[in-house]
């Protein structure tokens, strides 16, 4: 069992930045494919990036390519995500997620992972 416990939502302006953490409860951090999803009133939860343990790979979405950068501390148990330049489309729910035995094509799907943080509300509005 994994507990994932995100921090750092708040409200802020378009334009501005915030940086979201995750931190997960297990000794074998390493040994998990970690991403970010994120939720907004009303839709589906959707894909934002994610951290491949095999060889490091990190993905996005076309949305928020260039924009956020996903970084993982294997030694503090830790992944965070620096969204830069937000837009009001960015407001949602944001949750950390991860899977031991995701496979390639579920990097991007909520189906490849089994752990799921309580997720941190991102605000962007003038």
């Known amino acids: 069992q994994v507990q994932l416990v995100e921090s750092g939502g708040g409200l802020v302006q378009p334009g501005d930045s915030l940086k979201l953490s995750c931190v997960a409860s297990?000794?074998?951090?390493?040994?998990?494919?970690i991403a970010w999803f994120r939720q907004a009133p009303g839709k589906e939860r959707e894909f934002v990036a994610a951290?491949?343990?095999?060889?490091?790979?990190?993905y996005y979405a076309d949305s928020v390519k260039g924009r956020f950068t996903l970084s993982r501390d294997n030694g503090l148990n830790t992944v965070s995500l620096q969204m830069n330049s937000l837009k009001s489309e960015d407001t949602a729910v944001y949750y950390c997620a991860a899977g031991s035995r995701t496979i390639l094509s579920q990097m991007s799907s909520t189906s490849g992972y089994d752990y799921w943080g309580q997720g941190t509300l991102v605000t962007v509005s003038s």
């Open positions: 951290h491949r343990k095999t060889g490091g790979y990190i």
């Open positions: 297990t000794s074998n951090f390493r040994t998990y494919n």
